[in-house]
Antibody
Framework: EGQLLESGGGLAQPGGSLRLSCSAS????????MSWVRQAPGKGLEWVSA????????YYADSVKGRFAISRDNSGNTVYLQMNSLRAEDTALYYC?????????WGQGILVTVSS | SSELTQDPAVSVALGQTVTITCQGD??????PSWYQQKSGRAPTLVIF???NRPSGIPDRFSGSTSGNTASLTITGAQAEDEADYYC????????????FGPGTKVTVL
């Protein structure tokens, strides 16, 4: 059974950067699109970004466009989310999910806190 | 509009049927997917496509769509079904790629 494991979260200052990683096991992530979804404390789910199986196509929510970059290393079965120019409103639990339109596997999430 | 709307909360008596709705223009063109999120846990896909359940999802969960409204029905709700439920859809407006509804809190009495 497939599993996803996020890493790289933590505390960042406003204007700072973090890079999240999502390691896939039990399936070859290179065959599937992958996405990042976040959930601010006490709030609902917000789709953040997605990348095609080949890595050629990338998509972003307006709230992160120009600041975040999604990428993947299919040989290492890993998807990344480079987060720059972080804002307080980026504070959330970030989930990695398998899929572009339907998310059938989810990681347990990694907490990102943006605060001075 | 590219947004999806859901009722904030619904309650259902144990063993009874509850329907959660999701409204949005994109649902006229695309089937939604539905996610269950129990407290402190990652979301789980429960319905996708016209009315498909992933392996392991009980058949008391079903989905349907009519016009701009999609519905998730739990027939014979169990205590373990108490959770937040989110719909998600592609965006048909061209302004967004993917969008989640605000979620519905289901309480099983």
């Amino acid at each position: 059974e497939g599993q996803l494991l996020e890493s790289g979260g933590g505390l960042a200052q406003p204007g700072g950067s973090l890079r999240l990683s999502c390691s896939a096991s039990g399936f070859s992530s290179g065959n599937f699109g992958m996405s990042w979804v976040r959930q601010a404390p006490g709030k609902g789910l917000e789709w953040v970004s997605a990348i095609s199986g080949s890595g050629v196509m990338t998509y972003y929510a307006d709230s992160v466009k120009g600041r975040f970059a999604i990428s993947r290393d299919n040989s290492g079965n890993t998807v990344y989310l480079q987060m720059n120019s972080l804002r307080a409103e980026d504070t959330a639990l970030y989930y990695c999910a398998k899929g572009i339109w339907e998310f059938d596997y989810w990681g347990q999430g990694i907490l990102v806190t943006v605060s001075s | 509009s590219s947004e999806l709307t859901q009722d904030p909360a619904v309650s259902v008596a144990l063993g009874q049927t509850v329907t959660i709705t999701c409204q949005g223009d994109s649902l006229r063109k695309y089937f939604p997917s539905w996610y269950q999120q129990k407290s402190g846990r990652a979301p789980t896909l429960v319905i996708f496509g016209k009315n498909n359940r992933p392996s392991g999802i009980p058949d008391r969960f079903s989905g349907s769509t009519s016009g701009n409204t999609a519905s998730l029905t739990i027939t014979g709700a169990q205590a373990e079904d108490e959770a937040d439920y989110y719909c998600n859809s592609r965006d048909s407006s061209g302004y967004r790629f993917s969008v989640f509804g605000p979620g519905t809190k289901v309480t099983v009495l």
